[in-house]
C-alpha cells in the first residue's frame, strides 16, 4: 500500500474523530449553561410563587375575618329586631 494513502485516511478519521469530539464538548458545555440558566429562571419563579401563597393566605386570613365580623353584625340585627318584636 502506498503511504501517502494510508496517511490521507488516518488524517481524515483524526479531522472526523476530533470535530466530533469538539462538537460533542460544545453541546455540552451548552446544556450546562442553558441547564443553570433554567435553575437560576426556577429559583425565581418559585420566589414569585411563594410570594403569592403568603398573599393568598393573607388574602383567606382577612376575608376571613371581615366575614366573621359581616356575621357578627347581622346576628345583632337580628337580635335587635327579635327584640323590638317582642316588645310589641
Known amino acids: 500500500m502506498d503511504v501517502g494513502i494510508v496517511l490521507t ?10 470535530s466530533n469530539i469538539a462538537l460533542i464538548s460544545w453541546l455540552r458545555a451548552d ?3 442553558f441547564e443553570t440558566e433554567i435553575r437560576s429562571d426556577m429559583k425565581s419563579f418559585e420566589t414569585k410563587v411563594d410570594g403569592w401563597k403568603e398573599e393568598i393566605q393573607k388574602e383567606s386570613k382577612d376575608f376571613h375575618g371581615r ?11 337580628l337580635m335587635h329586631f327579635y327584640e323590638e318584636r317582642s316588645k310589641k
Open 9 to 18: 485516511a488516518a488524517g481524515t478519521v483524526v479531522a472526523v474523530v476530533g
Open 31 to 33: 446544556m450546562k449553561s
Open 67 to 77: 366575614l366573621e365580623r359581616q356575621d357578627a353584625e347581622f346576628k345583632a340585627h
